[in-house]
């Protein structure tokens, strides 16, 4: 008998647009052919009894292959960064384009994408980042960059790398005559650099004294200001890393005035708490970043924002830095923590993550699940044909075991940062297999692909 399809994938729980359907997924080349039952014979086919089919893995936000505003290159190349991601479940990354102080867009963008082209194993998009907007022909590069399809801006209110009010609101006005999107880093500089003063002249710079210098204040403050931005010139806005109760009531205050506003938080807002610093020595450096980990409060907080729609993403914010002289340690050991680098990996962790708390401790849902995790970011990112497990779609699936539980040892990732912050926390539910446009790139928790 003449195969109908290359692939089926047959028995298992598939979640749609439409809610759960039990049955079988049919592929054709790179495309969803056929959702259904008994769908005819294929050149090869999967028992998916007892599984759950999910639409790809998509992360919004990984930075990979970067340099930091610190002057530290990420851990991760393309191809370090992408077989993590795929092992955990992710078939399409937006990782950034970041413009050096003085560089042109176009130069950055051309050569970010010569990196990508060389080392990715899954699909990927770019946000590019704007740090300078003072540079020769910045409004025409950005103008072309957007419609040759770059369709995201990320600007930081904090940092070397931040633009002025006023930068940031001519940013957001091209974004607006060219239809892209402007994403956020929002936290305020002025009341950063006060609480970090006040804690150096106290001589308080061990890890764990990061946390208070970044007071949840500075969330609160930028990320209202954003959003009045984002209403005043009717320009969509993405903010990033939500970490605080207050930063998603901002959110939720704003989408209720009809603002253009879209947030996202991280599993390591949702899991942890700023009490993960506490550690021996230097070792809390290992879990910094930026916004910090919050409180208990926060946590219960943003998963009412998730749940609510006020919150529409969670991403990794997959900053990869080893734990010595090349990334967090660059400063020496003895480093305060004004000079030990932001970040910590989530690219392979972050769907193994939500899936335990949503689907094995039904915290949410399959249905909600890929929503957060899948179809949000492929909608409000305008990825064409991700995000969801329908015909004529493409046929990037992960098949996840819900029965299969592993406990996180000390640097069991696939990635280049040499720790795993997830150390000997214990999940339910796996992705054993995954299939990037019909590529079975994952087959039975081993790499099936290459650059």
């Not at 990420?74 to 399409?92: I, K, V, W, Y």
């Not at 590069?141 to 609101?169: E, M, P």
Request: glycine share 10%.
């Amino acid at each position: 008998m003449t195969a109908s399809f290359d692939l089926v994938i047959t028995g298992g729980q598939i979640v749609t647009p439409d809610g759960v359907v039990s049955g079988d997924v049919a592929v054709t080349g790179s495309t969803i052919a056929k959702i259904g039952t008994d769908l005819g014979p294929a050149a090869k086919s999967i028992d998916a009894r007892g599984k759950w089919l999910m639409p790809g893995g998509i992360d919004p936000h990984a930075h990979i292959e970067q340099m930091s505003g610190m002057g530290v290159m990420n851990a991760d190349t393309f191809e370090t960064a992408t077989r993590s991601a795929a092992l955990g479940g992710t078939t399409s990354v937006i990782s950034f384009a970041a413009q050096a102080k003085g560089a042109r867009l176009a130069d950055t963008v051309a050569d970010y994408s010569a990196r990508a082209a060389r080392g990715a194993m899954i699909d990927y998009a770019f946000h590019m980042t704007v740090t300078d907007t003072d540079v020769a022909d910045f409004e025409t590069d950005l103008a072309q960059l957007i419609a040759a399809g770059n369709r995201s801006i990320k600007v930081f209110t904090t940092y070397n790398i931040q633009l002025t009010d006023a930068q940031i609101i001519a940013t957001m006005k091209i974004a607006r005559a060219q239809g892209a999107l402007v994403c956020v880093h929002a936290e305020t500089d002025a009341i950063l650099s006060d609480a970090k003063a006040a804690l150096i002249t106290a001589g308080k710079t061990a890890p764990h004294y990061h946390a208070a210098s970044h007071p949840r204040m500075a969330e609160i403050e930028a990320v209202e200001r954003i959003c009045r931005f984002a209403e005043y010139l009717g320009q969509p806005v993405m903010l990033f890393h939500i970490s605080t109760s207050q930063g998603a009531a901002a959110v939720r205050a704003a989408r209720a005035r009809g603002a253009p506003v879209w947030a996202e938080t991280c599993p390591h807002y949702l899991f942890m708490t700023e009490d993960i610093l506490r550690q021996p020595g230097l070792e809390g450096g290992k879990w910094m970043c930026s916004p910090p980990q919050r409180l208990a409060a926060d946590q219960d907080a943003l998963w009412e924002a998730l749940d609510a729609g006020d919150l529409q993403i969670v991403s990794s914010d997959h900053a990869p830095y080893r734990f010595d002289a090349s990334g967090k340690l660059s400063n020496g050991p003895d480093a305060g923590f004004p000079d030990i680098a932001n970040g910590l990996p989530g690219l392979e962790t972050r769907l193994p993550l939500m899936f335990d708390a949503m689907i094995s401790q039904g915290r949410g849902g399959p249905e909600a699940f890929a929503r957060l995790t899948a179809t949000a970011a492929a909608d409000i990112y305008g990825l064409p044909k991700k995000g969801r497990l329908e015909v004529g779609m493409d046929a990037d699936i992960t098949l996840w075991d819900p029965d299969k539980s592993k406990t996180y040892g000390a640097n069991d990732l696939h990635d280049n940062v040499g720790y795993n912050p997830w150390e000997g926390r214990t999940i339910k539910g796996w992705p054993t297999d995954v299939w990037l446009r019909g590529h079975h790139i994952v087959q039975d928790s081993m790499l099936n692909a290459v650059p």
